[in-house]
């Protein structure tokens, strides 16, 4: 089903500053006991962040504190530039207010932690708000109320924009939300700015987590049929020659930082950095079953909700309804990836992180789910109910974790009993 014309009314705006106010709120007080390391902390997260201050305030990109030690000498980031550039309005703020005020700015001062927490808090309810847009155009408001407030609040995405807000998922899943609404705003009309907003989008993406570049797929296929989709694009681009190369300029332009940065550091223009760790993957040996059912961060076991989503996703693949079938596409070689990943668990973390960023996917099979239900008057409050179990759920759990949940430590009497504390208030 191809999307009606979206605009952007006032209220929809209102609703995003309400939910960004509400979410940077419930961050805030939850990082509260833990302020000086929200920024500090040596791990993910400060790898992200860390561009930034030692762009603006230090200038110096060979003295990065969180690195990998090459045999050279050399340290090199693991993590891209790529969420750092979305969260540098934040903090070119935050700095801005430090020199206002009169405090010596580090990057690292309660401003920047401030400024670190709204822009977690701001782009996932972007995202949100670009979904719920989305939904009203095929579902009833209840409907889309409800499916994001399950999106939101019981899946982990919660957990990565309240309590680790810093990694890179809340950015991704807002990235690749804006690519569904630009993809589906171009096949109803095709214009030069949505057009260049995909490029700058998509390169952003791929600068963040290059395995998210999948959704090029759905930008190729979404909203038309199978034949006819590749010449409608690159009717796109012919139709919009100059941003077709803007675009690619851009593209390009956004990527030559952190080209100099690892032939710098490296002396080669392009560097798996991981790789520089021996960590790889077998792709003859995948975890499949595992990355969705494992005790070890699976999938389902810690946000339920998502294998209804899953189930109808995959029903209407089978029917051939809508953008199903691309989008299921998109989501097996995401899972297979990682999956292959030697640390398929994707590390000590609340639930299976790898999967939140393309919960826009998800999105219309849930609330195709729900639509019935909810509408019936028998079956409505019963729904409603489940939904809040499973709200309290992941919010509990969220707060309940404790690094590690990993094994040997973890199983699943441990997974259980936690389980049965997280039921309880």
Same mark, same amino acid.
């Given at each position: 089903m191809r999307a009606a014309t979206i605009k952007l009314p006032r209220p929809y705006l209102l609703g995003l500053a309400l939910l960004t106010a509400l979410l940077t709120w419930l961050a805030w007080n939850t990082n509260a006991p833990r302020m000086g390391f929200v920024l500090a902390n040596p791990s993910d997260p400060l790898g992200y962040y860390q561009w930034l201050p030692w762009t603006f305030i230090h200038g110096d990109w060979s003295a990065f504190p969180y690195?990998?030690?090459?045999?050279?000498?050399?340290?090199?980031?693991? #993590?891209?530039?790529?969420?750092?550039?979305?969260?540098?309005p934040f903090f070119l703020l935050a700095w801005v207010y430090c020199?206002?005020?009169?405090?010596?700015?580090?990057? #690292?001062?309660?401003? #920047?932690?401030f400024a670190r927490l709204l822009a977690a808090s701001a782009y996932t309810s972007g995202g949100i708000t670009l979904i719920f847009w989305m939904l009203r155009r095929r579902v009833d408001p209840l409907t889309a109320w409800m499916t994001c407030g399950a999106l939101l609040f019981a899946t982990t995405l919660y957990f990565y924009t309240v309590h680790e807000g810093g990694m890179s998922h809340a950015y991704s899943f807002f990235l690749i939300t804006w690519v569904v609404y630009l993809t589906y705003r171009m096949v109803e009309a095709p214009r030069w700015d949505r057009l260049l907003a995909l490029f700058f989008s998509v390169s952003l993406i791929i600068l963040i987590r290059p395995l998210n570049g999948i959704i090029t797929l759905f930008v190729l296929f979404a909203g038309a049929e199978i034949g006819s989709a590749i010449p409608t694009r690159l009717r796109w681009l012919k139709d919009h020659p100059k941003t077709s190369i803007a675009g690619t300029a851009l593209a390009v332009l956004m990527w030559m930082p952190q080209l100099f940065y690892w032939k710098m550091q490296t002396g080669s223009w392009f560097v798996f950095t991981y790789g520089k760790k021996n960590e790889s993957f077998d792709f003859t040996d995948p975890h499949l079953i595992e990355t969705l059912f494992s005790f070890q961060n699976g999938w389902f076991p810690y946000t339920p909700v998502m294998l209804f989503a899953v189930c109808m996703l995959l029903w209407q693949a089978w029917k051939g309804s809508g953008d199903a079938r691309v989008s299921v596409v998109v989501w097996c070689v995401v899972w297979y990836v990682y999956a292959s990943w030697w640390c398929w668990w994707l590390g000590s973390a609340f639930?299976?992180?790898g999967f939140l960023e393309l919960y826009a996917l998800f999105a219309f099979p849930l609330a195709a789910l729900l639509a019935h239900p909810l509408?019936?008057?028998? #079956?409505?409050?019963?729904?409603?109910?489940?939904?809040?179990?499973?709200?309290?759920?992941?919010i509990r759990l969220g707060h309940l974790y404790q690094y590690p949940w990993e094994a040997p430590y973890w199983d699943w009497n441990k997974l259980g009993e936690v389980y049965l504390r997280a039921l309880k208030w």
């Open positions: 690195v990998h030690y090459l045999p050279s000498g050399k340290g090199l980031s693991l #993590f891209t530039m790529g969420v750092a550039i979305l969260q540098a020199g206002l005020v009169g405090i010596p700015a580090t990057g #690292f001062e309660l401003p #920047f932690v639930g299976y992180r509408r019936h008057k028998y #079956f409505r409050i019963p729904t409603i109910l489940v939904l809040l179990l499973l709200v309290q759920l992941n």
